[in-house]
């Protein structure tokens, strides 16, 4: 950065869960890869999932998940280039999983809000997600307003801090 940010540190007793806001004229470069390093330093902090292909274990970082489902009563977990098989049961992922980025979207399956590209909302009563890597899937009915009520939450949130 060609100049120096100020930083300031306001302690407040009621504020429970840090908050960083960047105050400038402009969004550049330099902005973004603050943005970067801040969110970077905090996904050190969340765990690594263990993925098996066959007998050979990856440690995935929870920012390159895409998405988590059972098929034929085996838990995968799909990065934007491959797949793995989890040893967790569903609820136990969802447990490990950063819940500002995850959500359910069925019984079955667990979604990274990151990587979808967009959501089709043409059919009435169903959402058809589209993911960053081609693939897509519905959300089950039962799930739809509460994933309508994520999204309304996620973008109220979004304008806040742009």
């Keep these: 950065m060609k100049n120096k940010p100020n930083i ?31 969110e970077a330093e905090n996904e050190n902090d969340l765990p690594k999932i263990k993925g098996y292909n066959g007998s050979i274990m990856t ?10 489902y059972t098929e034929h009563r ?12 989890a040893r967790y049961t569903l609820r136990e992922l969802e447990e490990l999983l950063d819940e500002d980025h995850f959500v ?7 979604v990274n809000l990151d990587k979808v590209s967009g959501f089709d909302f043409s059919l009435a009563g169903t959402i058809k997600v589209n993911f960053e890597n081609g693939d897509s899937t519905w959300v089950a009915r039962r799930y739809v307003k509460a994933i309508e009520e994520r999204l309304e939450r996620l973008q109220a949130g979004r304008g806040a801090a742009l």
């Design 8 to 38: 300031r540190i306001e302690i407040d007793p009621g504020c429970t869960v840090p908050e960083i806001v960047i105050r400038t004229d402009k969004k550049t470069a330099d902005i973004e890869r603050l943005i970067e390093a801040i």
């Design 104 to 110: 359910r979207i069925s019984r079955f399956e667990i």
């Design 74 to 85: 085996k838990v995968l977990i799909c990065t934007l280039s491959e797949s793995y098989e």
């Design 59 to 68: 440690l995935i970082n929870q920012k390159d998940l895409v998405r988590a």
